[in-house]
């Protein structure tokens, strides 16, 4: 790199690591000031884990998370698997668009939209309150969906088809060639699907600000609720943890996929050995 | 060998994998967007009405104008303003990110790979605390200034600004406008741009008739992704304008919150049909350039 694109690339990462910096910092702050550091100190760190009702959000977040996005994985492959074979041309053309409605169309307007058919359903059925963990799910599991099938679909179309044909040539049943043949193949796939959704559920704040109910509170809407008041260091205590688990779950994923390619050339180099000894 | 025969097990269990989600998505994808014209278009009694939407394009509110108050059309105004904020937002998101997606995409595969994973990483961490860190650092008391005052160049008043709001914006999707025209510009032909190198163009007209052209694709998605959630936005213009800087996002949001549901429906209706309008145009747009 030229001397000049150095220190551009530099001022663009002060800029997107400035507040992330500060964040960390003041995390560690002795006093309960945001902008004035008055010493180290692990205090914020202890009332944040004496602090009930965000631990019960954290839960909260995890247990939508992880069904929202084993769910949304399952289906999503599912789709992915049958519209890859749609063989009618507007069929698959409807089916894509439905699919890029929620990835277009503003947050606040898929979380409006879920909101009110929740709550006239509701009261047709005569529910006074009509959102909780329930429609919450199906929310996260909706705006999902489209993530997991953009990951698998293009999985399955680079995939060799004559794979799972010549299993089924040789006696497999349908089922069975696409869980022995199909999945390893497209597997890759599936689990950046999982982690996308897995992520993006956990993130979420404006889909589930409009979905939620019943004092059903998770970790984005706590912080909303948080930043309502005046906050203290504990909120940063908060996103400093956060932070550091996402970090380790990106390396991790990293090395999950350059291993998972490797074990992927590795087996086609020694199928490709086998082959040419026969 | 290929199974001519037609497979009835298989043909079946594909469209039985397909069928959950095809149930999902119009019960959880079309039919709720039915609703939010459904509730646009009635009034709390579920009768008919365009009350919400005329209530949209002609309420008005007064505002202190120098010596006086005027009258203005309050919800043309806030959608005007963000508007124009999330219009300011996208194109400083370009300008900054078009040269720096360029400089990733020329550097050593390594090195691309360590500062895309940079890139990425601010967008791990929730929005809202993000959010609210820069009106920690924005604020008139905060960090800048007291940077400011340390090097003796005084102070600055930012926060509660429309700036600030653009600054919020511009740091939160930033992101979704590099990586996009990252992706194009590491899959061009470096070949046509050395070729129009020795044909004799110079850089400039290199960038203007060779890269630019290319990298329109992820372009246009860049200015999607950042145009769309900043012109939807509720909570960045609450918290780095005050709250004095309604945007469209806060006039639904505020609605929801006052449980107005058919109104909050008729703006949200609103702004659907005006984001569909301009992205089929800019589709177009796009593709009459592509076919040139």
Request: net charge positive.
């Amino acid at each position: 790199m030229k001397p000049i694109s150095k220190v551009y690339t530099a001022l663009i990462m002060i800029f997107l690591f400035a507040p992330i910096a500060i964040l960390l910092m003041f995390s560690f702050n002795g006093t309960k000031s945001l902008s004035v550091f008055s010493g180290f100190s692990l205090h914020w760190y202890q009332e944040l884990f004496r602090d009930e009702e965000t631990l019960g959000a954290v839960k909260n977040t995890l247990i939508l998370a992880v069904s929202a996005s084993l769910i949304s994985t399952v289906m999503g492959t599912a789709a992915a698997v049958g519209m890859d074979k749609l063989k009618r041309r507007y069929l698959r053309a409807a089916m894509d668009v439905v699919t890029n409605i929620p990835m277009i169309n503003p947050d606040i307007i898929t979380g409006i939209s879920l909101m009110l058919m929740f709550v006239f359903v509701g009261r047709f059925f005569g529910a006074a309150t009509s959102l909780n963990f329930g429609t919450m799910l199906i929310a996260h599991i909706t705006f999902c969906l489209p993530y997991v099938i953009l990951q698998v679909l293009p999985k399955i179309q680079q995939m060799d088809r004559s794979l799972p044909e010549a299993a089924m040539d040789l006696g497999c049943t349908p089922l069975r060639a696409f869980f022995k043949v199909e999945v390893p193949e497209i597997f890759p796939g599936i689990i950046t699907g999982l982690i996308m959704a897995f992520t993006l559920s956990l993130d979420d704040f404006v889909i589930s600000y409009f979905t939620t109910g019943n004092g059903f509170q998770t970790l984005p809407i706590r912080i909303y609720n948080m930043t309502k008041k005046t906050v203290t260091p504990k909120m940063y205590a908060l996103a400093t943890i956060i932070f550091f688990v996402i970090l380790i779950l990106l390396l991790l994923s990293n090395v999950f996929d350059a291993n998972t390619a490797q074990t992927i050339k590795e087996a086609r180099e020694k199928k490709k050995a086998k082959s040419k000894e026969v | 060998m290929k199974n001519n025969k037609p497979n009835r097990g298989l043909a079946l269990m594909q469209r039985l994998a397909l069928a959950p989600y095809s149930v999902w998505s119009v019960l959880f994808i079309v039919v709720p967007l039915l609703f939010i014209a459904y509730y646009a278009f009635t009034d709390s009694a579920f009768h008919f009405t365009t009350d919400n939407i005329t209530r949209f394009f002609t309420a008005t509110s007064e505002v202190a104008d120098g010596d006086g108050v005027k009258l203005v059309r309050t919800y043309l105004v806030i959608f005007w303003r963000s508007l124009r904020l999330a219009v300011i937002s996208t194109l400083i998101c370009l300008v900054l990110g078009y040269p720096f997606a360029y400089l990733i995409s020329r550097a050593k595969p390594k090195t691309q790979g360590i500062l895309i994973t940079l890139i990425m990483i601010p967008m791990w961490m929730n929005f809202l605390i993000r959010t609210y860190a820069w009106m920690t650092i924005l604020q008139d008391t905060g960090i800048l200034n007291g940077l400011l005052g340390l090097v003796h160049l005084g102070r600055v008043h930012i926060i509660g600004t429309e700036s600030a709001v653009v600054i919020g914006m511009v740091y939160d999707y930033f992101p979704y406008m590099i990586l996009p025209i990252y992706s194009v510009m590491t899959k061009m032909d470096v070949r046509l741009i050395e070729a129009a190198h020795d044909l004799g163009c110079s850089g400039a007209g290199v960038l203007r008739r060779v890269i630019w052209p290319l990298s329109l694709p992820g372009v246009i998605s860049g200015i999607t992704m950042v145009l769309i959630p900043s012109i939807s936005t509720f909570y960045i213009s609450q918290k780095l304008g005050n709250g004095k800087f309604y945007l469209i996002g806060d006039a639904i949001e505020s609605q929801y919150v006052a449980n107005n549901l058919h109104f909050a429906a008729a703006i949200a209706f609103i702004l659907m049909v005006i984001l569909l309008i301009s992205m089929a145009f800019m589709q177009r747009a796009a593709n009459k350039r592509a076919s040139v």
